[in-house]
Every structure is written in structure tokens, then in C-alpha cells.
């Protein structure tokens, strides 16, 4: 096996293109000159497209959760109460930052594996409405599910004026985000998943609606004050030292997404999340999530007679190939894949080949090339639509 060989095929960090690659190994400039401001200004209407807003989209130093605390810190007044939906580990996290804040938290909670169900809030909704804020995760990472964010927002404003809050870090790059269309508030992401970069920056964008309850907020707050942010974006700059090497891998990322065309990349996500699904639905393996349900960016696995700890060993010893295991009560009971980013058909074909071999070394009874063949038969039926 090659040594310095590594395949990953976990839901982030994820691989990332060559040409990004070289663009991050450019020469340091100055922070403050001229070329970085030439620079954020060619990035700010990328990240807007791919948002699916009009509305400025910050970007900060900092990873994902870095992101998500900011969401909370801006939008949510001292004595406010909030709802997170939660629907694995990541929806928890949302409510672990609010309860640090000593902020007044309503946990919805929804059986791992399954999606939340938006008229189900929406008469949570009905029973308390002092709620200000609805915090939910786009793609829960932990369970490969993908909430219906468009069809929950619409829910929720239904009944309630709350703000309607997003985490998409693992799927916004991947999946279609229309921000301003679906009425959401904000969004959060960051660059290690769908947007091929780097562990070091969290894109956030807010709603006029959500603005005017951020610029009002007393809630005090330094280095992730969204109102510092956006009056520097506005002069194409950061209020403080931004992440360079990571801009300069995002604009070349942001290029590549456009080149592509975001449709055709959302096409290509879809149809390797189809193509992973009927694999090990051929090989009789049990997925978390139903169709209905399952995220174009990751797929949760649920093996019932080999073990799955035994099998993630057998992939990074014999193939350099990296799957996830599950997280929480789920750590030894699932395995994920991802499927995102700097991934392509040919990818999946490759580990799904890979995995096969490393089912049987972890004990699992199946005929070989079976996955296979079902996943290069979805290739062959929708594979038109990502040309």
C-alpha cells in the first residue's frame, strides 16, 4: 500500500482539488492591501449565488461551530426562549451553545435517522409562542439525514414571526440553498465540507428580517459581532485578520463551482448519493435514512451482522480509505460515507468497489460485484444528468 495514500470518503474534511491546492500556496499578501480587497470583491457575489440570497454573506475565521455560535450571539436578546430542533449530534450542538448563553431552550426532539416533521413544529409553535428563534441543522450530519428546510420554514411562518436559523454546514455547495426564495433568516456553513477547502472558515448570511433583530440585540459580543462583519464586507475586508491562504483556495473553489454551474454540481451530488444507496441496498445492508429523508452529501450506514468498528479498520489498513463511524449512541452502530465536494461518479464506483472487498474481510456474506453493478446501473439511467 502506498504510504502517503489517503482516500477520504468521511463527511469532512474532504478532499480537496489540485488547482485549489496551488492557489493556496500563492505568495502571503498583505491583509489590508489592495489585492485582498480585489480578491473579496470577486468572491462576494460567488458566495451569494451559491447562498441563494442577495443579502451580504460574512465570512470568518473560524470553523463551523465558530459559525454557529455567532448565529446565536446576534440573533437571540437576553430572556429570549428559543427552539432547536434536534435530529442528531449537530442540532445538539446548537442547543449546547444556547444553554452555554444561559438562554431559555426548548428542544425538540426527533428520532435519530429521521427528518423533522415541519407541521409537527409548527403546533409546537402554536403551544409557545414566545418563541423567538428556530434553530435547525440543513443536513444532520451525524444521521445522513437532510431536513425539508424550505417546507419548515414555511411552517414556522405560518404561525410564528420567530427567526428561522439554519446550520448547512455539510450540505450548502451540495444541495440547492435558496435562502431569500424559502423565507430563512440565516445560514451558516463552513469550508471543510461541500466547498472542498480547508478546516478554517464559516460563511454566514442574514435576512433584512433578521438585520433589524441583530442590529437591536444588547447581547454583548466582540469578534463574532455579524454587525462588524458586514460593514467591513461592504468595503470588500475583515473587521480582523482573515484566514488568506484558505481566501485564496476560496476563490479558486468558487470558480470551479461556477464553471461547473451549480446545478450541475447539486446533479452530481444527487446522483452519488443514489449511486452509494442502491449499492448497499443491493448488497442487503441496511441504510439509517429513507430516501425521502437522505442527504445528497452523506450516507449513514447500518450493518446488522458484521461489525462495522471491524470493517472501518479493514478499509484504512488495506485500501488507504477512510469511511466515518457514527457518533454518540450511534459511534459503533452506523458508518457514514461522504459523498461531497471533490467527489465524482468515478469516485464512488472506486470506494464502492473498495468496500465490497472490506465487507467480506469484516465477515459479511454478499456476492461480489453485486453493489457494483447496481450503483454503474444508476450511473448508466441518470448519469445524463450531470453531463
Known amino acids: 500500500m502506498l504510504t502517503d495514500q489517503q482516500i ?3 463527511p469532512g474534511p474532504t478532499p480537496i482539488p489540485p ?5 493556496m500556496t500563492q505568495p502571503m499578501i498583505g491583509h489590508r492591501g489592495q489585492s485582498t480587497s480585489e480578491m473579496i470583491s470577486d468572491i462576494r457575489p460567488k458566495l451569494q449565488r451559491v447562498f441563494g440570497t442577495k443579502q451580504e454573506v460574512m465570512i470568518l475565521t473560524g470553523s463551523g ?10 440573533t437571540v436578546a437576553p430572556g429570549e426562549e428559543v427552539l432547536v430542533l434536534v ?22 426532539d426527533v428520532e435519530w435517522g429521521l427528518a423533522v416533521d415541519p407541521e409537527a413544529v409548527k403546533n409546537f409553535l402554536v403551544e409557545h409562542p414566545e418563541i423567538k428563534v428556530v434553530f ?15 417546507e419548515l420554514a414555511a411552517a414556522i411562518k405560518e404561525v410564528s414571526d420567530a427567526l428561522v436559523i439554519v446550520d448547512g454546514v455539510s450540505c450548502v455547495a451540495g444541495t440547492a440553498t435558496e435562502m431569500d426564495k424559502w423565507g430563512i433568516d440565516v445560514v451558516v456553513t463552513g469550508s471543510q465540507k461541500a466547498f472542498m477547502l480547508p478546516a478554517g472558515l464559516s460563511f454566514i448570511a442574514a435576512s433584512e428580517r433578521a438585520w433589524k433583530k441583530i442590529k437591536a440585540n444588547p447581547q454583548p459580543r466582540f469578534y463574532l459581532d455579524l454587525k462588524k462583519h458586514r460593514d467591513n464586507i461592504l468595503k470588500d475586508t475583515t473587521p480582523f485578520t482573515p484566514a488568506l491562504s484558505i481566501l485564496f483556495g476560496l476563490q479558486q473553489v468558487l470558480e470551479l463551482l461556477e464553471e461547473e454551474g451549480l446545478e450541475q454540481v447539486y446533479a452530481r451530488h444527487h446522483l452519488m448519493m443514489k449511486m452509494t444507496r442502491a449499492a448497499f441496498k443491493a448488497l442487503d445492508i441496511p441504510l439509517l435514512a429513507s430516501d425521502k429523508d437522505a442527504s445528497p452529501t452523506v450516507t449513514a450506514v447500518k450493518p446488522e451482522d458484521f461489525d462495522s468498528e471491524e470493517f472501518r479498520k479493514i478499509m484504512k489498513n488495506e485500501f488507504a480509505l477512510e469511511v466515518a463511524g457514527g457518533q454518540q449512541h450511534l459511534a459503533k452502530a452506523i458508518f457514514r460515507i461522504g459523498h461531497m465536494g471533490y467527489c465524482s461518479p468515478a469516485d464512488m464506483l472506486q470506494a464502492i468497489a473498495a468496500m465490497e472487498i472490506g465487507l467480506v474481510k469484516a465477515g459479511k456474506k454478499i456476492e461480489l460485484g453485486k453493489g457494483i453493478a ?8 441518470e448519469g445524463k444528468e450531470t453531463k
Open 19 to 23: 488547482s485549489v491546492q496551488r492557489a
Open 8 to 10: 477520504l470518503r468521511i
Open 65 to 74: 461551530t465558530a459559525g454557529l455560535e455567532t448565529a446565536v450571539v446576534n
Open 136 to 150: 435547525s441543522t440543513f443536513c444532520e450530519t451525524s444521521t445522513g439525514v437532510l431536513n425539508p428546510i424550505k
Open 374 to 381: 447496481a450503483a454503474q446501473q444508476v450511473f448508466l439511467t
Open 87 to 108: 435530529t442528531g449530534a449537530f442540532g445538539e450542538r446548537f442547543a449546547k451553545i444556547c444553554k452555554a448563553y444561559g438562554i431559555q431552550t426548548h428542544v425538540f
